[in-house]
């Protein structure tokens, strides 16, 4: 993995193939073959696989309503975390520093709202974070011109140190009750939580594929130089970007707060891997070589169930972070081995073209 501000290893679209970004790509894109398209159900077989596997050897654990429904509630806030993620990701960017924002936005709420601040205004403070650290990133990174992998794991640092300071290094259990009520009220058997984060999902989905944002962003993402002379605003998209995200998981602490009633502020670093290795995951799938919001939701998911099912079968604690470090760096491998693919078919056509 480099150190340059451009994401490693992620061919896209975007290329020299289909011009500008809004253009329309050569025929030949449309018609992708059949034996092309399958890598991309790679992922989600394998998630059909794992419910398979582990139903076969759990059956009376695993395959219940129960167990998919406190799989799918627990990683409601890592789902944001990772839709996070994705977002400067498509432009090229790293942003390591979204969980901590998180957690600090969570125990803000609690903190403010221990001091007597009413809860609306504890929670738009809290979500105020947000925008502070996407700004601050936007600062250093896209304007000074920083490196985006080594800033934003400064800030992440800075930022869990102020959380420590901000909640006393104590756990923070004075979330107000109706923040919980709201985060914890069910609908068909799922907490609300839940329903936040796959809209929030949606919303990012629909930009992404059916706005020229969207577009923008995956130019942007690969190739920058490309990008500017095309006439995008690049600087101001790759900070739209930084904001977003953060936005997003200040959102998330806001939920995270509500859904568990209190929060640890040391757990910061916790939630800090899994939302890549699924956004990394993603480029595996569905879109091959994109970071895209399905092939997150499909990456986090087989990491969930994955895990669960290990856990249910008797394994350790360690399991969790052991099997997040593999996928990640299998993730990373696969990602690097679809570049070359394309990069060989792109040389390809051209070659056949003159």
Known sequence: MTTSSQTPAIATDESPETGPPGGDP??????????????????????????????ILSPDLFLTWTNVKLTVSAQATVLLLAIAATIPLRTGDFDFSISAVMILSACMVGSLYDQGVSTPVAVLL????????????????????????????????????MTNLISGGNLVTTVPQGLQTFANH???????????????????????EFTPLGRYLLFIGGNRSAASLAGLRVNGLRAFSFVAAS???????????????????????????????????????????????????????????????????????????????????????????????????????RAASS
């Not at 050569?26 to 992708?32: F, H, N, T």
């Not at 650290?133 to 140190?161: K, Q, R």
């Not at 907490?191 to 629909?206: D, E, N, T, Y």
């Open 247 to 349: 936005m997003i998981a200040a959102v998330a602490g806001v939920l995270l707060a509500g859904s568990y009633g209190s929060v640890d502020p040391s757990s910061s670093a916790a939630y800090l891997l899994a939302p890549f290795t699924a956004a990394f995951l993603g480029t595996t799938t569905i879109q091959m070589g994109r970071f895209n919001v399905v092939g997150t939701l499909v990456g986090l998911y087989l990491l969930a169930f994955g895990i669960t099912g290990l856990q249910l079968l008797g394994s350790e604690s360690w399991v969790t972070d052991a099997f997040n470090g593999a996928a990640l760096v299998l993730a990373l491998a696969f990602a690097r081995y679809f570049q070359l693919l394309n990069g060989g078919r792109l040389r390809l056509r």
């Open 26 to 55: 050569l025929p030949g894109r449309r018609r992708r073959s059949t034996r092309e398209s399958l890598p991309g159900l790679a992922v989600p077989i394998l998630l059909v696989l794992t419910f398979v596997l582990f139903g």
């Open 126 to 161: 809290a979500l105020s974070v947000g925008l502070a650290v996407g700004l601050l990133n936007s600062l250093f990174i896209v304007v000074i011109g920083l490196d985006g992998l080594i800033v934003t794991l400064g800030v992440f640092t800075f930022i869990a140190g």
């Open 186 to 208: 069910t609908f068909l058997s799922l907490p609300s939580v839940v329903w936040i984060g796959w809209l929030i999902a949606l919303v990012i989905w629909f930009a992404f």
